[in-house]
Every structure is written in C-alpha cells, then in structure tokens.
C-alpha cells in the first residue's frame, strides 16, 4: 500500500550554514520534492541550487550505510562491516587506552563547520571525556570575527539584515552564493529594491558587485589597509559620530593619531583601490546611519585577520553603527538553555591553560584548536602527544592548509574514527568510519550557539537508511561507553528538550512554531555600557599588553611578500553550488560545476599562452595542482582564483580519490600563521601558472 502525500516543513541544513525554511513533500518515507517555504523568517520562499539538490543525498548509492573496521593498512581501502555495538565498543577501548597512556588531552575531538546541535553534543563529548582539545576550521571562520568582536566592544557584530539600512557594504562576503551564517540574501535583496544603497569590497565582479553603486576591486589580501584608510578619511574629515566616540569608545585620540599614517594615497598602491574611490566610500559609509557591513571569510583566511576584523569593528563602532537596527548587532537570544551549560563547560575548568593553543600563545577566549596546531602536536608533541581522534562532519585533508601536512598527521595518529555520510579522502585513512544520519533523517535544531539571536526547527522528514545513525546518537552512545553514564540519556532526543526546557516549549511545540528569536533591542550600551573591562568600545585595547595584543590595529604587508618567481596573486571563492569539499558526488550538483575551474583574466591568461578550457598548473612555493582554465573579465589582471575543495569521488578510493590533484590546500602552507588565531593564508598567495 502506498503513502499519501505529506507535507513537512522545516528548515534547510548541512548544504551551508542553513536557514533557508522549505516545505518537504515525502511519500512512502522518500522526499518527492522540497521547495522555499514562502513564510520563512529568513527566505521567504527563496531557495538555491544546493536547497533543490539536498534530498538526492539520502539515497545516493555512495551513501555509508554501516560502520567498518579498517582491516588493510591505513589508506588502502580494505574494510570489514562491523555492528554498531562493536564499533562503539572499539573507539571507547581505542580512546580509553590513548587516555590512559598520554592522558584525556592526547585524545582530539575534531568537527569542521558546524552543521547543528552535534557539534554541541561533540564539545560536550571532550569536555566530559577531560579533553580540553576541540579541534575547529574556527581559525579560518568566524573566531577572528567573534573572538575581536569580544574583546572589542564585548560581542560578536553580525549584520542586521531584519531592518532597514541606508547602506550596505558587502566587505568580502558573496551572499547571493554564500548566504553565509543564514544571513540569506533574499532579506538584502528586498532592501536593495526599497532603495537600500550598496556598496562591494571584492577582487572579483560578482552578481551584486555589478548592482553595487560603488565597487571596490581590491588586492586579495589587504582589507586591513583598506579599513585603516576608511579610518583615516572618516576621523580626518570628522566625520565620525562624535556623540557616541565621547561617551562609549575608549582610546579614540590614540587610533586617531595611529591611522593618519594610512593615507588613502598609500593605501592605494597597496590595495590597487584608487585613492579617490577609497575617500568616496569611506565618506559615504560614514554619512549613511544606519549602514551595516556583512563582513565573510577574506578578511579571516589571512595572518592579517585579526588587524583585519579589529579594524573593521572600529569603523563600525566610531560611525556608530553598532548595536542600531539595521547596523551591525548583538543579537539577543532566545530563553533557551545557555551554551555553557549544554557543554558542561564547567567540568574542564582548566581547559583554557591546557588547550593546545594556550602553548603557542593565541588571544584569550579562542576556545577551539587551530588545526595547525593540532597537527604539530601529532607529529612534534608540542605542547604535548596527541595521538587519538574523533571526527565528525569534517574532510581536513581538503579542508585545513597544507593538505600534505595533514596527510602525515592522519597517518601518524594511533587511533581515528571518523562520522561522515559518504566515503571521503580522509574517512578513507580511517580506523573506523561510522555511516552518520543526515538532514531530514532526524530531528535537530539550527543556528544554536552562532550569535545570530535565533534558532530553527530541523524536525525529521525521513528515516535514515539501513544502519545511519544521526551524529548526535552516535555522540550519546558514545559518550555512555567512553564516560559516565550518568551524563548521557537513554534517548538522544532529550538533548533538544534540555535545551528548550528554559522558554517552556517541548520539541514539537517548537516545530510548530517555526523558530524563536530573542527580543529586538538595541542600543543596550546606553544602559550597561558595553561588556569590556573599560565598559567602552575599545578602539585601543585597554589589555593589550596583558595578553600580548597588538593595541590597535595595524598594516604592515600584504599576507606574503612579492615574489618575482611567483607573480600572480592567487585567491578563491566558494562554489555556489558546493559546501567546501561535499556533494562532489551528487549528480544535480556535479551537472552545474563538473570540474575544478581556476578564473583568469584574458589578458594574464594570453600572458601565458593559456586558452580557454586548457588544464593548467598552479603552482605556489608549497605545491602544485591542476585545474582547468576558465577565462573571465570578472577577476582582476594578475590575480587567479582556483577552485577549492575538490576531489574526485569516482577516482580510485586506493589513492584516495585524488585528493592531491586539485586540492587548493596543496598549495596553501603553515609555515606562517597569524599568531592571534594560528590562521594560515589561504587567500593573498603568490602563485603562478603554467599550460600543461
Ligand atoms: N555555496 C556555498 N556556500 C557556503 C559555503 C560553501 O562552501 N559554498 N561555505 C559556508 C561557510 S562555512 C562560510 S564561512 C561562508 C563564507 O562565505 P563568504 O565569506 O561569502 O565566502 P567566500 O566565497 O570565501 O568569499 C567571499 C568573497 O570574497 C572575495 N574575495 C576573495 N579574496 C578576497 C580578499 O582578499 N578580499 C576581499 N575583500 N574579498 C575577497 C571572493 O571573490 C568572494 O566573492 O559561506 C558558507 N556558505
Ligand atoms: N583554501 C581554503 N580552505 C578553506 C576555506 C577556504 O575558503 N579556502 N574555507 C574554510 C572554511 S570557512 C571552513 S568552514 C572549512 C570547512 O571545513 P569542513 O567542514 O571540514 O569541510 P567539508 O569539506 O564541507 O567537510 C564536511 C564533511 O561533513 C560531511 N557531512 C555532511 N553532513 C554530515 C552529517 O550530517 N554528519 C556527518 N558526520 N558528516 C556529514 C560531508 O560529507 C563532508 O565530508 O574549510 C576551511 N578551509
Ligand atoms: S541558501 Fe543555504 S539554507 Fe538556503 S536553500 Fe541554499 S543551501 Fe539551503
Ligand atoms: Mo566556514
């Protein structure tokens, strides 16, 4: 007997950040289709290619369907299906055993984007198991941006997209392909047709660079200069809020006289961003309240990134966009169960002087492991052993710089297991790889723990197929085994109950309504000040010296210095139609991008005698990869943006699909990292390039 026709709603996840709200339509436990839910808070009916295609994940033949045990050597592919009881068994006696040897620390807890509450339940996992070690992409994703945030003006400033703005600025984000952090762009777009003015801060002309009033093609790699230039144009010309510089910032006289050096004259040799351009811009942002700025990955993926995002507050913060509608905010969130207490932080109370990173000096309040650092403890024990890890929703040997250098970490580890939902070029180094549940296979909650005031229902529309288990499942078995019982529940779902218990909904009364936002206010400062130890915005940081800071924030070089055997510039852009290195595998997706595409401008191309469609090498001081060539007006001359995360899942699983071919991070290095955050350059590189 077949099914009716049932129509769920829920939220978009796991294809990026998520937030999208989609009407599922599922019959006989299969999802027919998924469209844009016209009610959502955040789309209202918008969805992308990656929302269209996330159902032909579930039945994809590639998909894990049951736990395997690595039985050849690492890598060659040989496995053995094994129970889940065995395999929950092996990795706590594998763990354990690394645990009693080296201690809780030399046991790694590793998860890349956050997808949904597992990564909660993962930090929970490490913190009950006494491992301070949460290793996180975190130094190339959002802690510059967080963590400055905090000790600048004592929160995370995220972009008001919910109500109106004069100005938007675009300073390195690609929302249309990105829609990053659920800031979907379908709420900028309905600004931008009520008149909102925009301006883009990007290398390459993309969809809204062409609908932007002022467009800002600058050098890859020196959006701190920039920044520091809008600083000087805006507090030479007076043009700051001077109000709110008197009463809430502190150290203003200092960063004044600081930033009269960044002319925009010199910063234009420097960011190849006429001088007259920058003036006009930085004019423009200081005269349009509110004016938001969504900031995204590029002024975070250098060792600048911390100058970078300490500028970029301090612009905010003197033209007194912050904490305004349609500004840049710190969102409230809903009453629900604080992340602290969801974690069980308070059982690892030493963990900030024993993470890794505490070793090599990183700013206070990063509280997960910059994979550089994780690596030099597999392979150098600095600070100390690391020998065993648990992954989850993650490929690092695509994801974290210098894949090679990852490559020897995953081989030199004692133990690892991974949860993913297909084979990857890193499961396939495995000792365990566990098949995970995905999204519309279980319930969850989305945007926890991310700052933006809010929280999404994800119920379930599907059963996962054969043995998937969701990671949170996985997690609570785990931590049974591995821990105390007494931490873990009989039923992982309890989890998301714990978690709502403080605003008195229970999951399904949850699920009807939607999601829950905190209360709109704003300007809090008024009252409390703001959450610093001066209670000021901290133009100058008033403990900079205590933590070994730089007091304000600084330009000295671009990321790499000009190199005549390399000179073109090499950066990225993520793939609209990928999440980093996932869903190579899924037909719909591999139909709209078949093939690593590195952009060229035709004039650099024809430098090199390279022709549209040609397979190239591009080559860096650390590596070499190839790509094929896409010839396009939109990037800069002299500036190359390959393509990331790919490998080849119909290649050879032997030789890990390929994973060195085309791997952007083949190219990148940690020789250098930013010493706030230990973040490697991975865009700003000098490259240069070659026919094949
Ligand atoms: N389709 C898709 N969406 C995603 C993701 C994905 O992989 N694919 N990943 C998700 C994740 S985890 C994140 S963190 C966000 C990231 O979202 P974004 O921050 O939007 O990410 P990127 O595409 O890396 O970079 C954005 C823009 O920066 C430009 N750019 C490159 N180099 C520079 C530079 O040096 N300076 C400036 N100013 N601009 C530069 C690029 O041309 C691009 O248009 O996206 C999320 N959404
Ligand atoms: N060169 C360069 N490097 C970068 C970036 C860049 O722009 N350039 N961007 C950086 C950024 S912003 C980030 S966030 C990181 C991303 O780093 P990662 O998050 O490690 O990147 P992904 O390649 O998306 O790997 C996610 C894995 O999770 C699996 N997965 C999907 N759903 C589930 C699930 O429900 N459960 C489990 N267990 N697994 C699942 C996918 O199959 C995939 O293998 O990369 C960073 N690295
Ligand atoms: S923009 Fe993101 S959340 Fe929306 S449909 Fe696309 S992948 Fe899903
Ligand atoms: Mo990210």
Known sequence: ?????????????????????????????????????????????????????????????????????????????????????TAIQTVSERLNSIREQYGAKSVAFCQGMPKGLEHFVLIRLANIFGSPNVVTVQDVCHAPREVSGMHTCGFYPVADFHHPSRLAVLWGSNITATNEEGEICRLLLDQLKQGTELMVIDPRKTDLAEKASSWLQIRPGTDNALALAFLNV????????????????????????????????????????????????????????????????????????????????????????????????????????????FVRADLIPLKPKEMIHAHHGTIPRLMTVPPAFFRKAVLEDIPYPVRGAYMQCTNPLLAYADSRHTYDALMNLDFFAVSDIIMTPTAALADIVLPAATHFEFNDIGHYGLGHGYILARPKAVDPPEECWPDMKILNELGKSLTSPEYWYENYEDFLDT?????????????????????????????????????????????????????????????????????????????????????????????????????????????????????????????????????????????????????????????????????????????????????????GLMCRIRRR
């Open 1 to 85: 007997m077949t099914d009716k026709i049932h129509h769920i709603k829920t939220h978009c996840a796991r294809m990026d950040h998520g937030g999208c709200a989609l009407v599922v339509s599922v019959k006989d436990n299969k999802i027919i289709e998924v469209r844009g839910d016209t009610d959502g808070f955040l789309n209202k009916g918008y969805i992308c290619s990656k929302g269209l295609a996330s159902p032909n994940r579930l039945n994809h033949p590639s998909r894990l369907r049951h736990p395997l045990k690595r039985v050849g050597k690492r890598g060659e592919g040989k496995w053995e299906q094994i129970s889940w009881e």
């Open 234 to 341: 805006i507090i030479e010309g007076k043009l700051y809020d001077e109000e709110f510089v008197e009463n809430h910032t502190y150290g203003f006289e200092e960063l004044a006289a600081h930033v009269k050096n960044y002319t925009p004259e010199k910063m234009s040799d420097v960011t190849r961003v006429p001088a007259n351009l920058i003036r006009e811009s930085a004019r423009r942002y200081a005269a349009s309240r509110p004016a938001v700025i969504q900031w995204g990955n590029p002024i975070e993926q250098n060792i600048n990134a911390f100058d970078t995002a300490r500028a970029l507050i301090c612009l905010m913060a003197i033209c007194g966009n912050l904490d305004i509608p349609g500004g840049n905010i710190q969102a409230n969130e809903p009453k629900i169960l604080g992340l602290g207490k």
């Open 499 to 683: 978690l709502l218990k403080p605003c008195g909904f229970t999951y399904s009364q949850f699920v009807e309504k939607g999601y829950l936002k905190g209360q709109d206010r704003f300007q809090k400062y008024t009252d409390s000040g703001f959450r610093t130890s001066t209670g000021k915005v901290e133009l100058r940081l008033s403990r900079a010296e205590k933590f070994r800071l730089s007091p304000l924030p600084q330009f000295t070089e671009p990321p790499e210095p000009d190199d005549p055997d390399y000179p073109l510039i090499l950066t990225s852009a993520k793939d609209r139609h990928y999440l980093h290195s996932s869903y190579r595998w899924v037909e719909k997706l591999r139909k709209h991008s078949p093939v690593p595409l590195t952009e060229i401008h035709p004039e650099t191309a024809e430098q090199y005698g390279i022709s549209e469609g040609d397979e190239i090498h591009i080559e860096t001081r650390f590596g070499s990869i190839i790509q094929i060539a896409h010839l396009t007006e939109k990037v800069p001359q002299g500036v190359v943006y390959s393509a990331y995360g790919w490998w080849f899942p119909e290649g050879d699983a032997e030789a890990q699909y390929e994973w060195e071919k085309s791997n952007f991070n083949i190219l990148t290095s940690v020789g250098r990292l930013g010493g706030e955050f230990g973040t490697p350059n991975l865009k």
